[in-house]
Every structure is written in structure tokens, then in C-alpha cells.
């Protein structure tokens, strides 16, 4: 397959500007898209308009079976889409094959919502003038939920967004980010073998910023999830109006190691917490505070195993470490790591560049202000500093404009529960890396990591709308 048109309505569409889609690593063409116009969104949002009423009058039972059943395809074709993902995305096929069970798992998760969905009586007669009356409270689907995904996990996340939005009884106008339109385009294809009615899933494809905007001003969207940068999510907030949004904005994880961690049981999982994918994970590990008794051994083992990393194409099995999504990302990171070396960081392993590929790197002594330590940097890089007290531990990790996760190593497990409370961030993980993740559970952020939470639980509370029966 080497044309991924476009779904709209339950059907392919072309238009006259086909746009490749390159593996990052190469540069080799990995399939072909068409970008949408104006026409296109319009035709997206009409359809998903005009399928909500098939989507809202579905039983819980039916909708739930459409999610077991793209389950069960998604399953079957598990290879063809890590191969998809690991080509557009640049991800290690290993990688992707994880990316893949992981939405098989959110699909799970969705189907079981969708017959979970319930609301619950409101004890109307505690109140005195209610005597003789009864509350009844439902939840009832929002209508069109434009979902707008990322580029790292281009399966996953739009899982997340597109499962409990059709458990709900919602119909979606998918915009996937402009360089993994692949994935999307195959999951359309699944959940239209499921049995999925036409236009309840659209798949559009094209320029963030013309097509997230057609989306976000529309009064027939009804909600907008969105998953990418901050300033985009800030803009997206802005222009809404009175759409319900959802925003999941990318975040600056630390943890913290105390003197009694295990280290050989921390060691290993930070440098899978901050190398996966390159570091293109909004979760990554990007910043470690070790207390200052451990904090040269903490960084010289981070080091030795970051340096056994193996960097090759995406699609070798071998590999552990490919590229960053484009060339100018890279050039951005290597930029970081030499303004952090010029501010007096001393970098450990790592920081050379080739193409688009960033060597993993370890640096110890990294000034707070420089960016690698107060932004997000989205690429396969940590810090290892050391701390004093664990007061000043918390406000190291508290000293950022992000707020998504963080962990802590210890083996205390008093101070580890004072710790989270005193951490500002949506999850706290004792004895794990904060880019630990299970499908089911709530995940987001706050300040600049966004609002809302995901999780097809969670998610489906956000893309329901109450409503009070009484009588």
C-alpha cells in the first residue's frame, strides 16, 4: 500500500496535492497522503454531523462490540501497523510492536467503558421541599470530538482520544500530526472492517495549523482533544469559545533518587525513561536530582549504559535508538546541549549529531535556566544534578512551568508520600520513572501540561455532557 487517502464519510479521498511521507532516518518515501482543503474539513465535519444521531441511538452493548471487534483486527494486523509506525515515526520496530499492544489494551479499555457508561440517582426528598420527587442523572454524548494527535505515539494516543469518544456515543474528525498519517489512516480502515457506521470516523490529513484552526473555530464541533506543544494548546484554548477541551501539553519530568534508592533497579529504568523513542515522549525523563551522596554514581552508571545504546534504522530489530522526527529537531537539541555546556555543564556521553540523529547524552551540572532544564526538550537528553536537602529536591522539580509526572526513588516509604503531596504534577510514581504508563489510568497534567484527563474511563467523562431527570 503506497496511497493512504484520506476517510471521510466511509470513503477514500484524494485531492490534487499528494505529499510524501518520509522515514526520518533516510529520508525514504514510506507511503504517500493527499492534503486536505477546506472542502475536505467541511466534508469531514458534515459527515461526522450527520452520523452523530446513528452514533448516539447505538446501545451500549453495540458500540462496545464495534470496540471488541476492532480489537480483535487491529490484533490480527498488529505487524502492518508497528511497520507503519516505526516508518513514519522514526520509532525502533521493537518500540512499536510495544506501541501497538498498548492499543490493543486502550481498545480493551474502551469497550468495557462503553458498558460501563451509567449515572446514578440524586437524592432529591433530603431536601425538604423535594418530598414525593426522584433525580435521575445521565450522561449523554457531546456530538462531533475533533481529535488532534501527535506525532510520538500516533497509534496510542489516537486510540485514547478516538476509543472512548465512540464508547461514549460520539462521532470524530481525526487530524493526526502531519508526519504519521499512515497509522491513522490503516486504523480507519479497522474500524471500518469493524463495523464502525460510516462517518463516525473521518480521517483528515494536512497542515496543523489551517486544519486545527477550520476545527477549533466550528460550531459543529462539539469538543477538541488535543495532544502537542503548549502554544498550540494555548491557542486551541483561546479560540474554542465554549467547546469542551481537553489538553494534554508535553511536560519537563524529573525524579527524584534519596541516598537509600536501589540503584540498580533505578539505573536501568531512567535510562529506558529517558531514551525511549529518543526522548520524544511527553512523559520522557529529562531531569534527575540525586541526592548529593549518590550523585556521581547515579550520573557515571547513567553514562556506561546510555553509551551501550544501539543506534541504527528504525526498522533494524537491533536497534534501540533512531532518529528524532526531523532534522531541524535535531539541530534544536544539539543547539541545547552546547548553550548548556557553555553555561559550565559537563556532558558525560553523547551529544553528537548526525542527520537526524541525536547520540543519547548524559550531562551533570546543568544550570536551571538553561533550557535543556527549564523546557521541554523532547529529545535524547538528561541532566543529573544533585541536591542537599529533600525540601530542595521538591522545589528543584517544583521550579518549572510543566506539571505532567515525576518519581521518586526510595526506600522510605513516609517520605515518599510526602513527597508526592508536596510535588505539583498530575501523577506522582514511588519507585518508578515518571514515563511509567498504564492505559487505564488518569493521565494529564497541569500548568503549562494542560488540562483534563485521559484514560477511557476518564475520557469518556470528558466527552459526556450530564443530565438531571426528575419527577
Not at 508536596?422 to 504508563?437: D, L, Q, T, W
Request: net charge negative; hydrophobic share 40%.
Amino acid at each position: 500500500m503506497n496511497e493512504f487517502p484520506m476517510w471521510i464519510g466511509g470513503e477514500s479521498v484524494r485531492t490534487d496535492s499528494p505529499q510524501d511521507v518520509r522515514i526520518p532516518f533516510d529520508g525514504s518515501v514510506a507511503g504517500t497522503i493527499f492534503l486536505a482543503g477546506w472542502e475536505q474539513v467541511d466534508a469531514a465535519i458534515q459527515s461526522a454531523s450527520r452520523t452523530f444521531p446513528v452514533m448516539r441511538g447505538m446501545s451500549r452493548h453495540e458500540r462496545s462490540t464495534i470496540l471488541y471487534k476492532a480489537h480483535g483486527i487491529l490484533s490480527e494486523r498488529r505487524e502492518q501497523m508497528a511497520q507503519a509506525i516505526a516508518s513514519e515515526s522514526g520509532k525502533p520496530i521493537r518500540e512499536a510492536r510495544v506501541e501497538v499492544e498498548r492499543g490493543l489494551m486502550t481498545l480493551l479499555f474502551s469497550a468495557e467503558e462503553a458498558h460501563r457508561l451509567h449515572g446514578e440517582e440524586v437524592p432529591m426528598d433530603a431536601h425538604p421541599g423535594a418530598r414525593g420527587k426522584t433525580g435521575l442523572l445521565i450522561r449523554e454524548p457531546l456530538g462531533v470530538i475533533a481529535a488532534i494527535t501527535p506525532f510520538n505515539f500516533p497509534l496510542n494516543l489516537s486510540l485514547h482520544k478516538i476509543g472512548p469518544a465512540i464508547a461514549a456515543g460520539n462521532t470524530v474528525v481525526h487530524k493526526p500530526a502531519s508526519t504519521t498519517p499512515l497509522s491513522a489512516i490503516l486504523l480507519a480502515g479497522i474500524f471500518r472492517d469493524a463495523g464502525l457506521p460510516a462517518g463516525a470516523l473521518n480521517v483528515i490529513t494536512g497542515p496543523g495549523g489551517t486544519i486545527g484552526d477550520a476545527l477549533t473555530f466550528d460550531p459543529r464541533i462539539a469538543m477538541v482533544t488535543f495532544t502537542g506543544s503548549p502554544e498550540v494548546g494555548q491557542r486551541i484554548r483561546n479560540l474554542a469559545g465554549m467547546k469542551r477541551v481537553t489538553l494534554e501539553l508535553g511536560s519537563n519530568s524529573a525524579v527524584i533518587i534519596e541516598p537509600d534508592a536501589d540503584l540498580d533497579k533505578a539505573i536501568p529504568k531512567c535510562v529506558a525513561g529517558s531514551f525511549a523513542h529518543s526522548g520524544q515522549v511527553c512523559i520522557s525523563l529529562q531531569r534527575i536530582f540525586a541526592h548529593e551522596s549518590v550523585r556521581d554514581e547515579v550520573a557515571e552508571r547513567m553514562a556506561e549504559l546510555t553509551g551501550k545504546l544501539k543506534i541504527g534504522h528504525p526498522l533494524d530489530e537491533a536497534t534501540e535508538i533512531s532518529s528524532l522526527i526531523t532534522e531541524a529537531e535535531a539541530i534544536r537539541i544539539e543547539s541545547w546541549i552546547g548553550e548548556a555546556k557553555d553555561a559550565g555543564a559537563k556532558v558525560l556521553t553523547g551529544g553528537n549529531r548526525r542527520g537526524t540523529t541525536i547520540a543519547p547524552s548524559v550531562l551533570t551540572d546543568v544550570p536551571a535556566s538553561a533550557k535543556l532544564c527549564a523546557r521541554e526538550a523532547f529529545g535524547p537528553v538528561v541532566s543529573v544534578n544533585s541536591y542537599k536537602t529533600l525540601d530542595e529536591a521538591v522545589d528543584l522539580v517544583n521550579r518549572s512551568d510543566y506539571g505532567l509526572q515525576a518519581g521518586m526513588y526510595t526506600r522510605d516509604i513516609d517520605k515518599a508520600f510526602q513527597t508526592a503531596r508536596a510535588v505539583h504534577v498530575g501523577g506522582f510514581h514511588i519507585n518508578e520513572i515518571p514515563a511509567f504508563r498504564v492505559d487505564q489510568m488518569p493521565y494529564g497534567g497541569v500548568k503549562l501540561s494542560g488540562n483534563g484527563r485521559e484514560g477511557p474511563r476518564y475520557a469518556v467523562e470528558e466527552m459526556t455532557e450530564l443530565k438531571l431527570i426528575t419527577w
